[in-house]
């Protein structure tokens, strides 16, 4: 019994004991474990859309050749960099390969016509850069506008893109090339400041040649400027019997209104019979060939210019002086090497345009529709639109957008083409 009561208490006495016991400190909370991260989806390659294409037809051979082969080669890099990125993306984010369909017109209107029709009707281009001369390039626009097909022109006449009779734009045409207007408008000022008032005019038997002499009827004599002698030789001549007449008119200057190779040989043709008179090119002229072909009878003469020519003397605050030293840099690295023409940077420039309004197209349109929908981004969204000659502003009533002050009046010191700043206007 009174082993039962003692067992008893000491049970009681454990458990008082436990009663005054610290309590046991609880498990500190779990740390959370972080859900595991879900895979990374790639993010999907930009659907392909329809191919574009964009027709390409330069004076490659014949006596255009100066100017189409700086061209073709440009359509060239064009094409090379297009292949590198892939394309152009619209703004739906579909990507788009482009093509550009490279086609020579031998610098004949009639080759120009057909190749034209070839490419609308056959290969269904979207847009036509199209061609590298006036006579060809006036040749197709009767066929780019009866198809209703933008065509951008690399040449300079303003009868291209503005019907002579009705001085209406031509809806479908448009071009990043300064005009014959615009080169007489700078020559003007020029000879004005030097003091001439009495030229000569020569130009080539073309259109483009024809145009020249136009603009200079207009322009010189606004300014107190006489044309005392014109006269058209052939572009394909060496021989100029005018000069003899250019001698007996009284001038004081002459102008020369054609394209290398037969610009330079008409300057040379001048400067043996009067070594001392002033020549004046227009930018027509603007070219090495100039320089290759006339030698040394090319120094002193003085021509308006387009700036991609004289890029690297442009000052630092030039809006377009980037982008034609890029430009240059990426064409001689393309060509090894070849100098650099006016006539590169009006395919560049062209080109830029169409890729420009290319890619403001969603994808499905069909191929009229398409057609439509870059002549309208043409007229309406190329604004200030920075080119190798200076800033373009285009618009319903102005399909190329050209200030003539963009324009730099350049000479040939020690077979180079240089800058010549007003004040050394002399």
């Given at each position: 019994?009174?082993?039962?009561?003692?067992?008893?208490?000491?049970?009681?006495?454990?458990?008082?004991?436990?009663?005054?016991?610290?309590?046991?400190?609880?498990?500190?909370?779990?740390?959370?474990?972080?859900?595991?991260?879900?895979?990374?989806?790639?993010?999907?390659?930009?659907?392909?859309?329809?191919?574009?294409?964009?027709?390409?037809?330069?004076?490659?051979?014949?006596?255009?050749?100066?100017?189409?082969?700086?061209?073709?080669?440009?359509?060239?890099?064009?094409?090379?960099?297009?292949?590198?990125?892939?394309?152009?993306?619209?703004?739906?984010?579909?990507?788009?390969?482009?093509?550009?369909?490279?086609?020579?017109?031998?610098?004949?209107?009639?080759?120009?016509?057909?190749?034209?029709?070839?490419?609308?009707?056959?290969?269904?281009?979207?847009?036509?850069?199209?061609?590298?001369?006036?006579?060809?390039?006036?040749?197709?626009?009767?066929?780019?506008?009866?198809?209703?097909?933008?065509?951008?022109?690399?040449?300079?006449?303003?009868?291209?893109?503005?019907?002579?009779?009705?001085?209406?734009?031509?809806?479908?045409?448009?071009?990043?090339?300064?005009?014959?207007?615009?080169?007489?408008?700078?020559?003007?000022?020029?000879?004005?400041?030097?003091?001439?008032?009495?030229?000569?005019?020569?130009?080539?038997?073309?259109?483009?040649?024809?145009?020249?002499?136009?603009?200079?009827?207009?322009?010189?004599?606004?300014?107190?400027?006489?044309?005392?002698?014109?006269?058209?030789?052939?572009?394909?001549?060496?021989?100029?019997?005018?000069?003899?007449?250019?001698?007996?008119?009284?001038?004081?200057?002459?102008?020369?209104?054609?394209?290398?190779?037969?610009?330079?040989l008409v300057n040379v043709a001048v400067r043996d019979q009067?070594?001392?008179?002033?020549?004046?090119?227009?930018?027509?002229?603007?070219?090495?060939?100039?320089?290759?072909?006339?030698?040394?009878?090319?120094?002193?003469?003085?021509?308006?210019?387009?700036?991609?020519?004289?890029?690297?003397?442009?000052?630092?605050?030039?809006?377009?002086?980037r982008l034609n030293l890029e430009f240059v840099k990426a064409?001689?690295?393309?060509?090894?090497?070849?100098?650099?023409?006016?006539?590169?940077?009006?395919?560049?420039?062209?080109?830029?345009?169409?890729?420009?309004?290319?890619?403001?197209?969603?994808?499905?349109?069909?191929?009229?529709?398409?057609?439509?929908?870059?002549?309208?981004?043409?007229?309406?969204?190329?604004?200030?639109?920075?080119?190798?000659?200076?800033?373009?502003?285009?618009?319903?009533?102005?399909?190329?957008?050209?200030?003539?002050?963009?324009?730099?009046?350049?000479?040939?010191?020690?077979?180079?083409?240089?800058?010549?700043?007003?004040?050394?206007?002399?």
């Amino acid at each position: 019994m009174e082993m039962r009561r003692m067992g008893t208490m000491l049970w009681v006495g454990l458990l008082v004991l436990a009663a005054c016991a610290p309590p046991t400190p609880a498990p500190p909370p779990a740390t959370p474990t972080a859900a595991p991260a879900a895979p990374s989806t790639p993010t999907p390659p930009p659907k392909a859309g329809t191919p574009y294409k964009i027709g390409f037809i330069a004076s490659i051979t014949g006596p255009g050749a100066s100017l189409g082969v700086p061209e073709r080669n440009v359509a060239q890099m064009v094409q090379a960099q297009l292949k590198a990125q892939g394309g152009i993306t619209g703004p739906d984010g579909v990507r788009h390969e482009v093509q550009i369909l490279i086609f020579d017109d031998e610098s004949k209107t009639d080759t120009a016509a057909s190749v034209a029709r070839r490419l609308i009707e056959q290969e269904g281009v979207d847009v036509l850069v199209a061609g590298t001369l006036s006579g060809p390039s006036l040749a197709m626009v009767p066929i780019a506008t009866e198809a209703k097909v933008p065509m951008i022109s690399m040449a300079s006449a303003r009868a291209i893109i503005e019907d002579p009779e009705t001085k209406q734009m031509r809806a479908w045409i448009f071009k990043p090339v300064p005009e014959n207007l615009h080169s007489a408008q700078a020559q003007a000022d020029y000879l004005k400041a030097v003091g001439v008032t009495k030229v000569c005019h020569l130009y080539e038997n073309t259109a483009y040649g024809k145009d020249t002499f136009a603009s200079a009827q207009a322009v010189f004599p606004k300014v107190g400027i006489e044309i005392v002698y014109s006269d058209a030789f052939e572009r394909t001549a060496t021989e100029f019997p005018q000069v003899a007449k250019v001698k007996t008119s009284g001038c004081q200057a002459v102008v020369i209104g054609s394209i290398p190779p037969a610009s330079a040989l008409v300057n040379v043709a001048v400067r043996d019979q009067l070594p001392d008179i002033r020549i004046v090119h227009g930018h027509g002229s603007c070219s090495p060939d100039l320089i290759k072909n006339a030698g040394a009878a090319a120094e002193g003469t003085v021509m308006p210019c387009g700036k991609i020519l004289v890029a690297d003397q442009l000052p630092d605050a030039d809006p377009v002086k980037r982008l034609n030293l890029e430009f240059v840099k990426a064409y001689q690295d393309f060509t090894k090497g070849e100098p650099i023409s006016t006539f590169a940077g009006h395919a560049y420039d062209a080109l830029q345009w169409a890729l420009s309004a290319l890619k403001t197209l969603p994808e499905g349109l069909p191929l009229a529709e398409r057609r439509a929908k870059i002549r309208e981004a043409l007229e309406t969204q190329i604004r200030n639109f920075p080119g190798t000659h200076g800033l373009f502003h285009l618009s319903p009533q102005d399909h190329l957008g050209f200030n003539y002050a963009d324009f730099v009046i350049v000479t040939v010191k020690e077979g180079k083409f240089r800058i010549l700043p007003k004040d050394q206007w002399k």
